[in-house]
């Protein structure tokens, strides 16, 4: 099943023991195909989403501290970091178990005000946050252990990514420019400006040094880590 719009594959459909001889949608909306098997199935092709755990009820303050306003699943999609906590007062990161939605352990103080982005690593070893106190800071995710901090941002730090390989960290802030750090030494690669409004988003590409960053003046683009241009996705009519 294809995306008529983008080519883009959606699902594959597997149940016939033969070649198939016909394939055509009904006016449901669901596939009919036919098989030199002797067989003829009707296949429901709509997309349903189910929903598997909640955690917290949106009411009780035992769960969360405050708002909830990042989250990112580990590569293995078995565990959840979630980012947030009280404005001006507290930043707040937990990781939950996926499976079950316990709590599998909520980082001390990571920092002194909310926490606008989360990533895990690759590997799943470290999680990087950024938050309204203008810091990217990485933890170890075995035990929470603060590993380092990186201090360069002069406002909010409202995105931060890891690269495939993650030797480097991207970050994007309202101060309008992107950051590029090395993990491994804790430097400042290098600072990518030029952008109108706060930088509200980034994202690492793939295996690629390639990132995707979102910003409120109504711009998609793509950057290189080293501060090259790519391409610009337009269409955005209002703040991204």
Do not use: C
Request: net charge negative; hydrophobic share 40%; glycine share 12%.
């Amino acid at each position: 099943i294809f995306d008529g719009e983008t080519g883009r594959a959606i699902d594959v459909l597997e149940g016939h023991a033969g070649p198939l001889s016909v394939a055509a949608f009904l006016p449901d909306n669901a596939l009919l195909t036919a098989s030199t098997d002797k067989a003829a199935i009707i296949w429901n092709v709509e997309m349903q989403w189910k929903l598997v755990q909640r955690i917290g009820d949106g009411a009780k303050s035992d769960i969360f501290e405050d708002r909830v306003v990042s989250m990112h699943f580990s590569s293995d999609g078995k565990q959840l970091v979630t980012g947030g906590g009280e404005p001006s007062r507290s930043g707040e990161i937990k990781i939950w178990n996926v499976a079950d939605g316990k709590l599998v352990q909520a980082l001390k103080e990571p920092h002194s005000d909310t926490v606008f982005s989360v990533e895990f690593s690759r590997d799943g070893q470290y999680i990087a946050s950024s938050g309204a106190d203008r810091f990217v800071k990485v933890f170890q995710v075995a035990d929470g252990k603060f590993v380092r901090a990186f201090e360069g941002h002069t406002h909010h730090v409202l995105g931060v990514s890891w690269s495939a390989d993650g030797r480097t960290l991207a970050s994007s802030g309202a101060d309008k420019v992107v950051k590029v750090w090395d993990f491994v030494t804790g430097d400042q690669k290098k600072t990518i400006s030029g952008f109108g409004k706060e930088v509200t988003s980034i994202q690492f590409v793939a295996l690629t040094e390639n990132m995707v960053v979102g910003s409120g003046d109504k711009q998609v683009t793509t950057k290189t880590a080293a501060g090259g241009g790519g391409t610009n996705f337009g269409g955005s009519t209002g703040y991204v």
